[in-house]
């Protein structure tokens, strides 16, 4: 006890400069021992939350994890976020004699996002750890605490600073902790799956081949004790944490590239067969990071199904990331594809698969609106002037070599009007080249 005191006292308010505000819905139990207060009430002694308890009367049948309700979970999640003006919230829920927490925040799901937490990734405790004569082990707080961490994604420069000085004491507590365990081996599998990711969290800015090592062994220890887990999303969960310790480790200096990335592809895959698209927010976020991932191998193997395959996946994200509930990552995804599609096309000689890249060229300008990103409107109006000019000159077809003119001049207009004689000058190279095919 005496490293949680230290740790509270070297770490007050003044020192933090803003707190992470922790928003604990109450817990849906019938235990009639009030769980979800006294968690509320152990975070509150540390200075490092600002904890709001949430006890509005609400169903929470959703938290049974069931695909069909996943939906809800989210959606409820996010406007409790948006209500309390939190950096999360946890929900607690009771099975079978223990406590499932869930750690949301309003980043969860967006993409880009490197430090990945899905809703998903569950740590069970003891129902009996909220008895009046027990307490959580100070362990197993040092691991909660570090749950909480690894899931915010920091809003300011102090926030990421203080989070990861947090999470590296958190790592270093947790390594050296020889305390007798009580727990059964029921709860192992959830423990080594969430130590993992708090040490990945806390090493993902600079990887080393020790940190690959040891973190993959946590996740192969919940592996091995997966046969306790009583859904298939919780060990898909570990797979998908597998693939993104993998991707972390392209990174990392002395990483041999190719098989990280075939270790990081297998696990991704692996967990999409156990996350199925009954969570398609989890699915469709393996799936970006699994275009990322065949992208990166095609470009190291020069392999083209692997081109294929990134393309693929990036049309699998974009069902979920919608225009209108993810605008951010629609246009994200979208100029990607467009990218991958222009990059296949011209390497199968698929003229289909060309227009087809116009299309998500034009879908990404649906967000960058001439009249509010200029910039980035005419940029993408090269882009697309770029692909006619290729079909014009593969296919000897003068219209789209006058689309191609069409495009690049509308370009040239915008850095004109923007005075950027760079790319005014780029643009009006390309225009030379369309007149002298036209002539």
Sequence with gaps: MDFLQNFKNSHNKQDLGGLFRVTVVDFEDSSGLNCGKKFA?????????????????????????????????????NRILEKCRSDIIIWGYEEDGKIRLNFQTSSQYKIPNPDVFSLLNSLFIPLSYFGSQS????????????????????????Q?????????????????????????KEFIPYIMNMLGKVYLSCVSEKITADDIKIIHQLF??????????????YYGCIYSNIGLLFEKALGCDTANIESCLKIAIHNYNQA??????????DYSLISYHLALLYFEYWKHTSDLQALRDATSQLREAEKIYSLAQFPQSWFHIEGLLGYYLTLLGTNISSNEIMLMAINAYKNQQKSFVLNKYPLEW????????????????????????????????????????????????????MLDKIENYLE
């Design 220 to 233: 192969n220890d919940a592996l091995k004790n997966k046969q306790y887990m009583r859904l298939p999303i």
């Design 41 to 77: 009430d152990l975070l509150q002694k540390n200075d490092i939350f600002e904890v709001l308890f949430l006890n509005e009367k609400f169903s929470k049948t959703f938290l049974n994890m069931q695909g069909r309700n996943f939906f809800d979970f989210i959606d409820k999640g």
């Design 160 to 184: 990421k600073k203080h989070r990861n000085e947090l999470l590296k004491e958190i790592v270093s507590f947790l390594a050296k902790d020889d305390s007798p365990k009580s727990l059964s």
């Design 378 to 429: 005419a940029q993408i109006q090269e882009k697309i002037g770029e692909i006619f000019y290729v079909l014009g000159k593969k296919n000897n077809d003068e219209t789209f070599m006058s689309e191609a003119k069409n495009y690049f001049s509308s370009a040239k207009n915008i850095y004109m009007e923007l005075k950027n004689k760079n790319l005014q000058a780029k643009a009006q190279k």
């Design 272 to 281: 999409q067969k156990l996350i199925t698209k009954n969570y398609p927010y």
């Design 135 to 158: 307490e959580i082990p100070p362990s197993l707080q040092m691991l909660i605490k570090g749950c909480i961490l690894s899931s915010i994604t920091p809003i300011t420069n102090s």
